[in-house]
């Protein structure tokens, strides 16, 4: 993936020599740099809970897979509701939340987005910030007017 094209589906990307060589890129370690970002850029962070699942489906190709994929993980982990909105990214880029009936630890959350389609570069950002103990590894940035239904 192109420099551009990986900063534009993920913003809050910055250069860090430490993770480079496994990603190219870094994430902002610190919750609060995401959140000065997000203020920059006019819009607001939404961090993910132990029961909600962050989908960021970036294709077509992968929204269609992602509907392939969903009745294995209904049949086998229960969930009540789901919202999508359109990224701020806009074309098919989708943020899809589920919200599942039980809690989940972030690797558990991290390999059931990655199954469903989730960008696969964002999951292991999310595993790395996790790892270095972040205390929102999985987040997306939203429009202002952007509430979570769910």
Known sequence: MDKNKFEQLNPYIEKNDEMKTLTGYSPVVLYEDACAKAKEQGKI??????????????SSEAF????????????????????????????????IYIRMKSRMSV???????????SDPVKEMLSLILEKKGDEHPILFFEKLDFTLDI
């Open 45 to 58: 962070i939404v961090v993910s809970e132990p029961t909600l699942l962050m989908i960021d489906i970036d």
């Open 64 to 95: 269609l897979e992602y509907l392939t994929r969903l009745p294995t993980v209904e049949d086998h982990i229960e969930y009540v509701t789901e919202q999508m909105v359109t990224s701020f990214s806009g074309g098919s880029h989708r943020h």
């Open 107 to 117: 690797r558990e959350q991290c390999a059931i987005q990655l199954y469903l389609c």
